[in-house]
């Protein structure tokens, strides 16, 4: 799903079950703003990796989580 609103453009894809997998948004001469793409997912479709750029700087995260503690070096 792609549209354009004045200078920028956005598209969205989403994976086999519905869940949003990449988002996108570009300016008009082409150039990325922003980007992210969710990964890979658990069985139960939480996200395990994601991979965002910013104006051409990359960053990946893992998201390893423990339903108990949260995210991995967190104590809750």
């Known amino acids: 799903m792609t549209w354009t609103t004045g ?3 956005e598209s969205l894809t989403f994976d086999v079950y519905g869940a949003e997998q990449t988002y996108t948004v570009t300016a008009n001469d082409g150039s990325l703003l922003y980007a992210v793409d969710y990964g890979t997912r658990d ?3 939480r996200i395990v990796n994601t991979t965002e750029t910013v104006q051409g700087e990359t ?3 893992s998201a390893l989580v423990d339903l108990l503690r949260g995210p991995k070096g967190s104590r809750a």
Do not use: D, E, M
Request: aromatic share 0%; net charge positive.
């Open 43 to 45: 069985a139960l479709g």
């Open 59 to 61: 960053n990946k995260q």
């Open 7 to 9: 200078a920028i453009s």
